[in-house]
């Protein structure tokens, strides 16, 4: 509501992922849009989700638990028994130090999520995609935005999706839009 758009698939990508949609007419579907169990990954070896057992899903791309597998891959060692919230401040203290194994990290989510929005606009009709959660904060944020927008401009022209992220200023109003919005229960 606070866009003024309709057909926005919302994303939360922080502990899992998060997800809510508003079709083209405006309204909630009357289904739920959890998207951290839907495959995203259909090759064979693509990392397990130790919840579900199922391979590839969103959860192991777009969430902590996403940073988490890919830090050691991109070079970046942390203890084993640091929790998925501290290693993603770790990540997020190297990107703002300017480390180059962070930026691998925040972009190989970046054009993950690219490839993944344009799969998801095969299930869902989206305007807008509005990218959310403490995986998108600081400069990698910035960096996963770009990659996403980069992979559909170059492999997807005839998508037109904007990527976009709150500012606090749209966080506090959505909220309050939100709350004044909800039915009253009798």
């Known amino acids: 509501m606070s866009l003024g758009r309709n057909a926005v698939l919302g994303v ?5 992922v998060a997800a809510g949609y508003v079709d083209s ?4 579907t009357h289904w739920l849009s959890e998207l951290a169990f839907v495959p995203v990954d259909y090759r064979a ?17 777009f969430s902590q638990q996403a940073v988490g597998r890919l830090l050691p891959l991109a070079g970046i060692h942390l203890p084993a028994t640091l929790p998925l919230p ?10 703002a130090q300017g480390d180059l194994r962070a930026h691998k990290v925040y972009k190989t989510i970046g054009i993950a999520l690219g490839y993944t929005v344009a799969h998801f606009a095969s299930f869902y009709p989206i305007s807008a ?5 403490r995986v998108t904060t600081g400069a990698g944020g910035d960096l996963i935005i770009a990659q996403a927008q980069g992979v559909l401009r170059d492999e997807f ?4 999706i ?4 709150p500012n606090e200023k749209d966080k506090r ?5 939100a709350a004044a919005s909800l039915p009253l229960l009798v």
């Open 129 to 133: 995609l509005l990218i959310m959660g």
């Open 25 to 28: 007419e405006g309204k909630l």
């Open 12 to 16: 939360a990508m922080g502990t899992s």
């Open 173 to 177: 109003h959505a909220q309050a839009i």
């Open 86 to 95: 501290e290693k993603l401040e770790e990540l997020q203290c190297l990107m």
């Open 157 to 160: 022209p005839e998508l037109r």
């Open 162 to 165: 904007d990527l976009m992220a």
């Open 45 to 61: 070896g693509g990392p397990l989700d130790e919840w579900s057992g199922d391979q590839g899903c969103a959860v192991q791309y």
